[in-house]
């Protein structure tokens, strides 16, 4: 079964840290780019991150998160991973893993490019 299935979210205090994956089945993570979304409630879908496939593992950043999170990817294990750092009320969201068509250093593509979605795992940043 082709899927993507996100995990570690949670409740966590500002200024502490998670580690979200991104697990792969039925194809591998390193043969497409995969990339991280994120959506608030009453707000849209926005882009968070990206990987390009291959060696070169070129990743983009959204602004909003550029220096707190880290993209990687794990290829043994089928997995894309989310560190994410120094996190603030604004972003909490739910985080969507998806794959995708490119991925450069300063665009991971349009939304419609993503062709296949995990279900999201919830993120609350809060005291």
């Known amino acids: 079964q082709v899927q993507l299935v996100e995990s570690g979210g949670g409740l966590v205090q500002p200024g502490g840290s998670l580690r979200l994956s991104c697990a792969a089945s039925g194809f591998a993570v390193d043969y497409y780019p995969i990339g991280w979304f994120r959506q608030a409630p009453g707000k849209e879908r926005e882009e968070v991150s990206c990987?390009?496939?291959?060696?070169?593992?070129?990743?983009y950043y959204a602004d909003s998160v550029r220096g707190r999170f880290t993209i990687s990817r794990d290829n043994a294990k089928n997995t894309v991973y989310l560190q994410m750092g120094s996190l603030n009320p604004e972003d909490t969201a739910v985080y969507y893993c998806a794959r995708g068509l490119g991925c450069s250093t300063g665009y991971m593509g349009e939304i419609y490019e993503y062709d296949l979605w995990g279900r999201g795992t919830q993120v609350t940043v809060s005291k």
């Open positions: 990987i390009q496939n291959g060696d070169d593992e070129i990743t």
